[in-house]
């Protein structure tokens, strides 16, 4: 009799929830190799925000606040296979969309990166700086101004583009922070998180690194808040609470994704907050067609895992930082 089977009978646990309990312990232990730390535990991140933010400071001829935003300000960061961790961060500055111009911050900020020499390109709603060149590592920043309401307006539009292209759009990146934070807390908030994380070494074990190709954070995180159950086995250790199962979680999540799917639909995902729009508007129908299909192969490899009582697809679908046992 295996050790664990011998711990199980000694608690009174079924060799099924023994198992779910071994499987929990071996997510636990992959979850503590993928995950990297948010802006609030991570001195990393607050070193290059701080010298980001200096950088910009010592330029930029305008006051400004600056927002932690994305996975690590809101715990489900991960590193890539290759060891980049991207970060969000919003420069904030106060004015009246009405009376200032979306080309007019693009040009300050243009003219501030490019007198520090940071390798940098401009993209739709944001600017990225190759800010760790050693790993890749770079900085998604955001332009917004405050109404005097208090309203953040993104400036969306690729630099150089004609100016009916570039606007201010009417965003709320720390109402969608909260909304994330109150949907679960506890040790479901926890589990909640962890399943994102699941889903993004998921997303970067099997899709091109084409950023065409892989669904984004938002897309993977918006799909979690829907489709996202807290999961438990029936195995508890004396009277303490039933044990979490991570498995189960993840499984229900690409359950609800697989049912958004299925015939041919196209998957359809609405920001809670403004601009309350469909994050999924311009993915073609190839790319949901591809979607749809590593959905239900990864959705066989957790039911393979689940009905076997086994790792080895988990190990396929997450890589090699999957425990082998």
């Known amino acids: 009799m ?34 990297s730390a948010d802006f609030r535990d991570n001195p990393l991140l607050r070193r290059r925000k701080r010298r980001l933010v200096h950088l910009l400071g ?15 300000a809101m715990g489900t960061g991960t590193p ?3 060891g980049a961790s991207n970060i969000d961060l919003g420069l904030v500055f106060e004015g009246s969309p ?10 300050l ?15 739709e709603s944001c600017v990225r700086i190759v800010d760790e060149p050693r790993t890749a590592s770079a900085v998604d920043l955001r332009i917004y101004l405050k109404d005097e309401r208090g309203a953040l307006h993104l400036a969306v539009g690729k630099r150089g583009a004609a100016s ?38 998921w997303r970067d074990r099997n899709f091109s690194r084409d950023a065409l190709s892989a669904p984004r954070g938002i ?15 029936w195995a508890s250790i004396g009277s303490g609470p039933r044990t979490l199962d991570d498995l189960g979680a993840l499984i229900h999540i690409v359950q609800w994704l697989e049912n958004q799917t299925s015939n041919g639909r196209r998957l359809v995902l609405e920001m809670p907050v403004h601009p309350y729009d469909d994050v999924c508007i311009k993915l073609s129908e190839a790319w949901m067609t591809e979607f749809s299909a590593k959905l239900k192969t990864l959705h066989q490899h957790l039911n393979e895992a689940r009905a076997h009582e086994t790792l080895s697809p988990l190990r396929e679908v ?8």
């Open 58 to 72: 010592s330029v930029l001829p305008q006051p400004f606040d600056v927002l932690e935003m994305g996975a690590f």
């Open 98 to 107: 009405l009376r200032r111009n979306v080309h007019v911050y693009e040009a």
């Open 164 to 201: 009916g292209r570039r606007r201010w759009r009417r965003e709320d990146p720390t109402g969608f922070l909260a909304h994330v934070r109150r949907r679960f807390r506890g040790e479901e908030g926890l589990q909640f998180r962890r399943t994102i994380r699941y889903l993004k070494r």
């Open 2 to 35: 295996s050790r664990a089977n011998r711990c199980f009978r000694r608690e009174g646990i079924a060799r099924g929830d023994g198992v779910v309990m071994e499987t929990q312990r071996s997510f636990l232990r992959f979850h503590e190799t993928i995950k």
């Open 109 to 123: 900020v243009s003219e501030a990166l490019g007198a520090e020499s940071l390798a940098y390109s401009w993209r």
């Open 80 to 82: 890539t296979p290759g």
């Open 219 to 233: 897309v993977l995180t918006l799909a979690a808040l829907h489709g996202f159950t807290p999961s438990r086995s």
């Open 318 to 325: 997450f890589g090699h930082d999957f425990p082998k046992v």
